[in-house]
């Protein structure tokens, strides 16, 4: 079992995915000679081909309109589009179309296409390179939307993306792709499209995903020297989104903080209060606190890390919940 970053672990699933089944196929931008922007293709071009790793036009319409015609073909299509700001380009082609396909044919056709999507910030990258707006997908019925938090979590939740009957945006932290290193099976496996614990506690919930859950779980071992017992749950997928395991999670330990980088108003930590406030109102004991970037457009650089949640702001909010 060898010790993988995340963008290692996606690499090996995307190998093993296309050894596995002829009907996998890869394309983007940059994605076959080079290798990808971040070189999570690297070496597919060598092993399968120019037919089953393409590389595409800058037109980001055109590579998921390609995507959604192959899936609806019969064929597994990974399409990667090189930053989460650049997904703009093919907002039309993915609610117009790839969401509704099913629901268009009356369930004779599936749209089986893996949107890969490297967001969020925290790299020094410039405009349109750092954006995180998980939220747009996930108001799309018909996009399943995942984020994985590890590089165990990336391979397996990849794996199961790519055989998912119905179109899956995966959003990868960049932030996260060389920074962490965990053991990674070597062989196939996948998992399920629901949420995990990733700290037991029993005095307050903090609910992320994807780079945040490193964020809380700073937070987490903060207040646990404070005598704070935090139960750290990691959401993987936003869409569908796990309520129970947040509601059980909430109905233990009475309160909850949730984490995300994306701006506040209409964030998908706004729908996870309303579902708490829905089916565990009266459980709470303070009410539910976000953590979460700013209402304004990300910023470059040098005001970046004033922009994303830190440890102590959870740590501050972990204290109102508290104290209320």
Same mark, same amino acid.
């Given at each position: 079992m060898?010790?993988?970053?995340?963008?290692e @672990?996606?690499?090996?699933?995307?190998?093993?995915?296309?050894?596995?089944d002829?009907?996998?196929?890869v394309l983007?931008e940059?994605?076959?000679?080079?290798?990808g922007?971040? !070189?999570?293709?690297?070496?597919?071009?060598d092993?399968?081909?120019?037919?089953?790793?393409?590389?595409?036009?800058?037109?980001?319409?055109? *590579?998921?309109?390609?995507?959604?015609?192959?899936?609806?073909?019969?064929?597994r299509p990974i399409?990667?589009?090189?930053f989460?700001?650049?997904?703009?380009?093919?907002?039309?082609?993915?609610?117009?179309?790839?969401?509704?396909?099913?629901? /268009?044919?009356?369930? /004779?056709?599936?749209?089986?296409?893996?949107? !890969?999507?490297?967001?969020?910030?925290?790299?020094?990258? #410039?405009?349109?390179?750092s954006?995180?707006?998980e @939220?747009?997908?996930?108001?799309?019925?018909?996009?399943?939307?995942v984020?994985p938090?590890t590089?165990? %979590?990336?391979?397996g939740?990849?794996?199961?993306a790519?055989?998912?009957?119905?179109p899956?945006?995966?959003?990868?932290?960049?932030?996260?792709? !060389?920074?962490i290193?965990?053991?990674?099976?070597?062989?196939?496996?996948?998992i399920p499209?629901e949420?995990r614990?990733? =700290?037991?506690g029993?005095?307050?919930?903090?609910? @992320?995903?994807?780079?945040?859950?490193?964020?809380a779980?700073?937070?987490?071992?903060?207040?646990?020297d404070?005598?704070?017992?935090?139960?750290?749950?990691?959401?993987?997928?936003?869409?569908?989104?796990?309520?129970?395991? *947040? *509601?059980?999670?909430?109905?233990?330990?009475n309160r909850?903080?949730?984490?995300?980088?994306?701006q /506040?108003?209409?964030?998908?930590?706004?729908?996870?209060a309303?579902? *708490?406030?829905?089916?565990?109102?009266?459980?709470?004991?303070?009410?539910?606190?976000?953590?979460?970037g700013?209402?304004?457009?990300?910023?470059?650089p040098?005001? %970046?890390?004033?922009?994303? #949640?830190?440890?102590? /702001?959870?740590?501050?909010?972990?204290?109102?919940? =508290?104290s209320?």
């Amino acid at each position: 079992m060898a010790k993988l970053t995340v963008v290692e @672990a996606i690499n090996q699933a995307l190998k093993q995915a296309m050894a596995s089944d002829d009907r996998v196929l890869v394309l983007g931008e940059d994605v076959g000679k080079n290798g990808g922007v971040f !070189r999570a293709t690297q070496g597919l071009l060598d092993l399968f081909g120019e037919n089953r790793v393409v590389d595409t036009p800058l037109s980001e319409s055109a *590579i998921i309109g390609a995507s959604i015609g192959l899936a609806v073909y019969g064929l597994r299509p990974i399409a990667e589009l090189q930053f989460e700001g650049f997904a703009f380009g093919a907002m039309e082609q993915l609610v117009a179309h790839a969401s509704r396909i099913r629901n /268009r044919s009356r369930g /004779r056709y599936q749209c089986p296409l893996v949107v !890969r999507i490297p967001y969020g910030g925290g790299i020094h990258a #410039p405009e349109h390179h750092s954006e995180s707006n998980e @939220a747009y997908f996930v108001h799309t019925p018909g996009l399943k939307v995942v984020v994985p938090s590890t590089p165990y %979590e990336a391979k397996g939740l990849l794996l199961a993306a790519i055989r998912d009957p119905d179109p899956v945006i995966f959003m990868e932290p960049k932030k996260i792709y !060389r920074s962490i290193r965990e053991d990674v099976p070597e062989e196939e496996y996948v998992i399920p499209l629901e949420a995990r614990v990733a =700290m037991e506690g029993s005095n307050v919930t903090l609910i @992320a995903w994807g780079a945040m859950l490193h964020v809380a779980l700073e937070g987490a071992r903060l207040m646990a020297d404070r005598g704070v017992s935090c139960e750290v749950l990691d959401l993987r997928t936003l869409s569908p989104l796990d309520t129970d395991a *947040i *509601i059980e999670s909430v109905k233990k330990t009475n309160r909850a903080v949730i984490v995300h980088e994306a701006q /506040r108003s209409c964030g998908v930590a706004a729908e996870i209060a309303a579902r *708490i406030n829905e089916k565990a109102l009266l459980d709470l004991e303070a009410p539910v606190e976000r953590v979460t970037g700013f209402d304004v457009v990300m910023p470059l650089p040098k005001l %970046e890390q004033r922009f994303l #949640p830190d440890a102590r /702001r959870v740590a501050d909010a972990i204290d109102r919940v =508290m104290s209320a």
